[in-house]
C-alpha cells in the first residue's frame, strides 16, 4: 500500500505561478515512475507531467513550455512547479505513483487549482 499526500495547490490569476508537492510513503519500490494527472469538470482526466526514478520526464503538450517536474528521491516526494498559469489549467491536480513490476497506480485525494481573475 502507498500512501500520496498532496499539497500547494489554492487561488491564483491568470500569468502567476504555483508549486505542488506530493510526498509518497509506504510500500515504495525502487523502479518507479511519480507524476501528476488533472481533471477538469465536465473533461477526461489528462496527463500534465510524469518522472521515473531514473529517466527522462514527460508532458502533456498543453503544459510544455510552462511546468517542470521534479523529484527528491530521498525524501520520495515529487513537485510540479506551474509558471504562465492560465484559465484552462484550472483542475483537480493529482499525483500518481506507479510501481514498475506491479503496474499498480496509487493515486492521492487531489489539490484543486484555480485560475481565474
Known amino acids: 500500500q502507498v500512501q500520496l499526500v498532496e499539497s500547494g495547490g489554492g487561488l491564483v490569476q491568470p500569468g502567476g505561478s504555483l508549486r505542488l508537492s506530493c510526498a509518497a510513503s509506504?510500500?515504495?519500490?525502487?523502479?518507479?515512475?511519480m507524476g501528476w494527472y488533472r481533471q477538469a469538470p465536465g473533461k477526461e482526466r489528462e496527463l500534465v507531467a510524469t518522472m521515473p526514478n531514473a529517466g527522462p520526464t514527460n508532458y502533456g503538450d498543453s503544459v510544455k513550455g510552462r511546468f517542470t517536474i521534479s523529484r527528491d528521491n530521498t525524501k520520495n516526494t515529487v513537485y510540479l512547479q506551474m509558471n504562465g498559469l492560465k484559465p484552462e489549467d484550472t483542475a483537480v491536480y493529482y499525483c500518481?505513483?506507479?510501481?514498475?513490476?506491479?503496474?499498480?497506480?496509487?493515486w492521492g485525494k487531489g489539490t484543486l487549482v484555480t485560475v481565474s481573475s
Open positions: 509506504g510500500s515504495i519500490f525502487s523502479l518507479n515512475v
Open positions: 500518481n505513483l506507479r510501481n514498475i513490476g506491479s503496474g499498480i497506480n496509487y
